[in-house]
């Protein structure tokens, strides 16, 4: 099958018993045995649940992974990811992470002894040079968030080769529609589900994805002992939106080139941030390894702050809200919403700006986006 016949598809088959065109919700806790030590494949849904398991089997088939093991939330899935490692192990990862990775990783993780080292992974170089001989794992968002970095995942996988080490890519940003890791040497590649691939603010939940059957088994491991599984409604929602992915990350694509473009030629701002424009940094990698740019935005007023709390406050159709990657178009002040627990020096180290701002372009009609982002600029 072709993407966009996976994207309806994938492991999804009428119900055995009705013929239900949309499988059913297997909302249960436990399983009745047929007799002593005989089951039907389920005993308890903290291990596995049929909903689960076709949600988990769609998303891995769209990733081009053999197997998909499915968690309560994005950051459920980084911890798991993590849980591979012992102490004294060291990971080098990407400098610009979402805030709750680097909170996990410098607040928690640290306590049990893993080190950290954050690089900028767009470099290669810096990547290379930050590897210690107890690194055991590359840890890489592309596009990162919220600076929209974008890391060649080929270099990635080389380094992580001649090292001995796993690579695990946080893909949330991209999607398999328009990137999939796997493809490009990664080990693990992870999405928070609750973002583009669910698609509607509806549900909280994340997903890692191998070819690696020791390293499914492991994953499945830690599932099952710590227990953060999705529910099997969450899961059942997540089939159904995924089924329009397609449509809405080419949407998402087209709407966030336009307003890219649009915010780039104004003169009331100072930066603008996008993978598909050619002022990128990285645009010839973004070209090269995604077939689309994503709805992502990151731009930053002339005016600092004040200017973007006016804009914030004054846009009527953009909501202001956390979270990213749904049908509304969504926008974020990352140094107090998003990343507000990250200390302010290392934020601005990063190049995480106090006016900074995230925009999550939807799939509205993007002239009523334009007029809105046109009137808020006329207020600053």
Known sequence: MKFDTKVVRAGISPDPTTGAIVPPIYQTATYVLEEVGKSKGFDYTRSTNPTRK?????LATLEGGAHGIAFSSGMATVDSCLKLLSAGDH???SDDVYGGVSRLFNQILTRYGMTFTYVDSSNPELVE???RPNTKLIWVETPTNPLLKVTDLRAMSRIAKAHNCLLGVDSTFATPALL???EHGADIVMHSTTKYLSGHNQLIGGIAITNDDDLAA?????????GAVP???DCWLTLLGVKTLSLRMARHSSNAMEIAKYLESHPKVARVTYPGLESHPQHAIAKAQMSAFSGMISFELEGGIPAGRTLLNSVRLCQLAESLGAVETMITHPAT??????????RHAR???DGLCRLSVGIEDVSDILADLEAALAEV
């Open 180 to 182: 999939r890791p796997l």
């Open 351 to 353: 190049g995480l700006t």
């Open 337 to 346: 919403m998003t990343h507000a627990e990250v200390p302010a020096a290392e």
């Open 129 to 131: 040079a930050a590897i």
């Open 54 to 58: 076709m949600m988990e089997t769609c």
């Open 218 to 226: 492991k994953l499945r491991f830690v599932q099952k002992s710590v």
């Open 231 to 233: 529910s099997p409604f």
């Open 91 to 93: 990971v080098v990862s």
